[in-house]
DNA sequence: ATGTCC
């Protein structure tokens, strides 16, 4: 872990509305901090430390700290790097693409009111799409088993017309993600495709062809799938953005959380070790002594091979994500015959995407963060949400509900990027060493939320995390994002193996 | 996050 070298009370802060900035350092620009003031006492010293190593980091031209932030892997979850010249695995994160998808349904809330109903819901969800470390897909639908050569195209091709047909997703669903598709270094799927056979063949990718088998899975640790009730704000630009996203009030939609599972973090542990491997061997000296926050000037061979294995992460990701809402939508039919429903959006937290930053072309590397273009932004030009801006999925935690948002005009200052969701407070040994189980469980069973779990994950729980509300409430302060809509939970599909450590 | 340590 990295050594404290600024304790708290040094480091200088200049407070500008509710944003604050933090000033690492005499000669670059400030950290700028998203959050109230009950907020920014949630930020520990490790992760203000790790915020202040990677804007110093070489190359680095931005930093913004987001509310939900907290101690991550080199760089805090919650923030958001920008670099012109180096490209930074740590601060992509270990879990290459971990992303948002939601499904909007056309089945009413009172469908679902019954206990019963939704109990056969979970159930049909549970039997499609598998939870839990090492688990693969169970899919029951013969048309979407993925064999190893259909998942290598996977990977190489993203959600391409082919993959959609193959797994039997809608292929207008491609349309609906901030990125259907990743290509190589080079802007090539055929780099991808030569990098993947050569993988392939390294002792380090253990079980690496298998992995990519495990597309429509959902993982563990705070992944989940959420069957929810949309609740569209009740004034007229919640109404008309709502309408333009897709979004239904009052109906049932279906919210996942989750990544690139044991293919993605195979791919970012060994870039890690590859590159702390080279760094020792050159004698680089390391940002602030951390090698967690190793990097690749680009252009470098091994800037190339980072990219290209994030891009087959990221491929991977993405069909996971629209290969489970294919899934959670057949189970949905499967329950309640006739239902319709389409994707809203998915949109990835975890993920280096080239954008233009203070008109300059940058890698934006959002570890914990999410992208916020705002309706005009040029990138957004012809696709749906050209006018609108795009939708911004934010999960919160069952009880409080999870938010739709989208940009306004002031995520210019956030390098059009707003939080990944509440971020959490407690960690995971803690969460398990202070929480009772009972009071977490009554509390679901109170607001009438059922779950796949015997008992809930006591690190999972929303006390294990930070007031979504507080957290909302920065953003909307800073003039990042506007609220569109809550999310609220009617059922929870999460990883309880390890619940009773 | 992850068959939870190379």
């Known amino acids: 872990m990295t050594t404290m070298s600024h304790p708290r009370s040094t480091v200088p802060m200049i407070a500008t509305g509710e944003a604050t900035a933090i000033l690492p350092t005499e000669t670059t620009s400030p950290i700028r901090v998203i959050g109230t003031a009950s907020i920014r006492e949630t930020f520990d010293e490790l992760c203000i430390q790790q915020a ?5 980091a070489p190359g680095v031209t931005d930093l913004v700290l987001n509310p939900d932030a907290h101690c991550g892997y080199g760089a805090p979850v919650g923030c958001v790097m920008v670099s012109p010249s180096h490209i930074y695995p740590g601060p992509v994160g270990v879990d ?6 939601l499904l909007q349904l056309d089945v009413p809330a009172e469908a679902i009111e019954d206990r019963t109903v939704r109990r056969a819901l979970i159930a049909a969800i549970c039997k499609r799409t598998p939870t839990g470390a090492g688990k693969g897909q169970r899919s029951v639908s013969n048309g979407r088993r993925v064999n190893r050569s259909l998942g290598m195209k996977a990977v190489i091709e993203g959600a391409s017309e082919a993959v959609c047909e193959q797994l039997g997703i809608p292929i207008r669903w491609a349309d609906r993600c901030e990125d259907s598709f990743h290509v190589g270094h080079d802007d090539t799927q055929e780099a991808l495709a030569s990098r993947l056979d050569w993988l ?7 079980n690496f062809a298998e992995k990519m088998t495990q597309l429509g899975s959902y993982g563990g640790g705070n992944h989940f799938g959420e069957c929810e009730v949309v609740e569209v704000g009740a004034d007229d630009r919640s109404k008309q953005v709502a309408e333009t996203f897709g979004l239904r009030d009052g109906k049932v939609a279906f919210l996942s959380h989750c990544g690139s599972r044991g293919f993605g973090h195979n791919l970012a542990s060994g870039q890690f070790k590859t590159l702390q491997e080279k760094f020792s061997r050159w004698s680089i000296p390391l940002p602030a002594g951390d090698r967690q926050l190793v990097y690749a000037p680009l252009g470098s061979d091994e800037a190339d091979g980072y990219l290209d294995d994030m891009a087959l992460g990221a491929n991977f990701a993405t069909v996971n994500h629209l290969l489970i809402n294919a899934l959670v939508l057949e189970a949905f039919q499967e329950v309640i015959p006739g239902t319709t429903g389409d994707l809203v959006y998915f949109i990835s937290h975890n993920i280096a995407r080239k954008e233009i930053i203070d008109n300059v072309p940058s890698w934006v590397h959002r570890k914990g963060a999410t992208r916020a273009f705002p309706g005009g932004h040029h990138a957004l030009a012809g696709t749906p949400f050209a006018e609108s801006g795009h939708p911004i999925l ?9 938010a739709v948002m989208v940009a306004d005009e002031g995520a210019e200052k956030s390098c059009y990027s707003v939080n990944h969701g509440a971020g959490r407070i407690l960690g995971r040994k803690q969460a398990k060493r ?3 189980q009972s009071t ?4 679901l069973e109170d607001h009438d939320i059922l779950s796949n779990c015997r008992f ?3 690190d999972e729980a929303p006390a294990a995390y930070k007031d979504f509300n507080e957290v909302l409430s920065s953003v909307k302060q800073a003039g990042l994002a506007s609220e569109v809509a809550r999310l609220k939970a009617r059922f929870v599909i999460k990883d309880a193996s390890k619940a009773d450590d």
């Open 394 to 402: 934010l999960p919160g935690n069952p009880r409080d509900g999870s």
């Open 96 to 101: 290459i693409k971990c992303s948002m998808s």
């Open 200 to 206: 392939l063949t390294q002792r380090h990718m253990t």
């Open 440 to 443: 977490i469980d009554s509390e």
């Open 52 to 56: 202040i190593n990677s804007r110093t």
């Open 456 to 458: 809930y994950p006591k």
């Open 434 to 436: 202070t929480l009772d």
